[in-house]
């Protein structure tokens, strides 16, 4: 594996191995590797000849309030862990080789992104999609693997490279869980004993639904919502934030259930540890 730290040399090793046929993946992070983004790693040498990794946290879609400062970093051990993935490229950016002095322009993908995350993130989607079209247009990859577990990221990232005729593959990899069922994430090193037990009351409200919808035949959203929100109420340290059933075109939300076209999503704060799961019906 090699690390790259620099966008021109990125371009070069891209531009080398695309004159030769070869195909590439890119599966953009921002480290703190768990199993979740692995999984995306050992399924992206299926889809390509050669496989880039980024790893960059991104300034620009956290806002002000939100924890960019305190998101995990353990470089030493994630280059390891790509090294035994055996991929080809770590390409790790620094922030002023991606935002240069003058840096002002954006993309967005505006009314997608206010829906669900976004009422609580203003501008974390802009954030995401200028990033990842830098990182697209870098990498020039074929193929570009996410995971469903930042369902919303991942729609919209859909859409952006539908308008804007990105001739990339967008392939959505299965959401990787702990044993209790907690979707990992790197946010979950930051819950209390405590709040790490509790926090399985997001899977358990998700999978409830499931239960509701396929074996109950329950298919009025309201009576869904209300099952998740009093699972969700019984572990005291959780917030919920929100609990939604929308159309996973329009993120709208839908009264009754569209097989093959939902989303159940939820949000839920652990005091300053926010955390989202979802589940598609
Ligand atoms: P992050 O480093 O959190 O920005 O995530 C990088 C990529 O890994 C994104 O496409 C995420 O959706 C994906 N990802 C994060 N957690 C999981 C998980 N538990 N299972 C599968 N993919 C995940």
């Not at 770590?90 to 669900?116: H, N, W």
């Not at 299965?174 to 209390?192: C, F, H, I, Q």
């Not at 035949?217 to 929100?229: D, F, K, N």
Request: charged share 25%; aromatic share 6%; glycine share 6%.
């Amino acid at each position: 594996m090699e690390l790259i730290e620099k966008v021109a040399e990125m371009q070069r090793r891209v531009k080398t191995w695309r004159e030769a046929g070869e195909t590439v993946a890119l599966v953009p992070t921002m480290g703190a590797f768990h199993d979740g983004h692995l999984s995306l790693m050992e399924q992206a040498k299926a889809h390509a000849d050669r496989v880039v990794v980024s790893l960059f946290i991104n300034p620009a879609q956290f806002g002000p309030q939100e924890d960019f400062d305190k998101y995990p970093r353990d470089f030493d051990r994630d280059r390891g862990l790509a090294e035994e993935m055996s991929i080809d490229v770590l390409f790790c950016p620094e922030i002023r080789d991606m935002y240069p002095l003058g840096f002002q322009t954006s993309v967005s993908v505006p009314i997608l992104a206010k829906k669900l995350e976004g009422a609580s993130r203003p501008g974390h989607f802009r954030g995401v999609c200028t990033v990842v079209l830098k990182l697209f247009n870098l990498c020039q990859p074929h193929v570009a693997l996410f995971g469903w577990k930042d369902a919303q990221q991942f729609i919209i990232l859909c859409h952006m490279v539908r308008d804007l005729n990105l001739q990339i593959r967008m392939v959505g990899i299965p959401t990787v869980r702990e044993k209790d069922g907690l979707a990992m994430s790197s946010r979950n090193r930051r819950l209390t004993p405590e709040q790490r037990e509790q926090a399985v009351c997001l899977s358990r409200a998700l999978r409830r639904v499931h239960y509701l919808v396929k074996d109950q035949g329950i298919v009025h959203t309201g009576e869904l919502l209300q099952a998740m929100r009093s699972i969700i109420r019984s572990a005291d340290q959780a917030e919920l934030d929100y609990a939604a059933i929308v159309s996973r075109s329009t993120l709208d939300p839908l009264d009754i259930v569209e097989k093959g076209n939902t989303l159940v999503a939820l949000a839920v704060r652990f005091g300053e540890v926010r955390l989202i799961d979802n589940t598609r019906l």
